[in-house]
């Protein structure tokens, strides 16, 4: 399988709280982030293809709320892309990105 990125993902150690379209919500650490989306590590995945609203906190001025959609998953965890991403969250993780890749 080929890497299909479009942005380079930078390591990170976030915490953040996933809220699947079709279930309850759960915690997890997010692993490693680019501006197109994010590998996030826990205990539970979504079913790939389903939509999960990813939120941060303490990482901005305020709250992120993430849309994005399941496009991969394995026993860890599982990865997502990025949906329309208003220009607050977007600045917002090209500022994390930044920090974390110097």
């Known amino acids: 399988m080929t890497d299909q990125r479009k942005h380079e993902r930078v ?4 915490g953040v709280i996933c809220i699947p379209s079709d279930g309850e919500e759960f915690e997890g650490s ?5 501006l197109g989306g994010m590998f996030v ?22 709250e992120l709320r993430l849309p994005a959609i399941v496009r991969w998953s394995e026993s860890r965890g599982f990865g997502v892309q990025f949906q329309l991403l208003g220009a607050y969250a977007t600045h917002a993780i090209l500022d994390l990105v930044k920090k974390s890749s110097t």
């Open 30 to 34: 997010v692993k490693d982030l680019s």
């Open 41 to 62: 590590e826990c205990e539970r995945q979504p079913t790939f293809g389903s939509n999960v609203t990813l939120v941060l906190r303490g990482v901005a001025a305020r």
């Open 11 to 14: 390591p990170v150690h976030i």
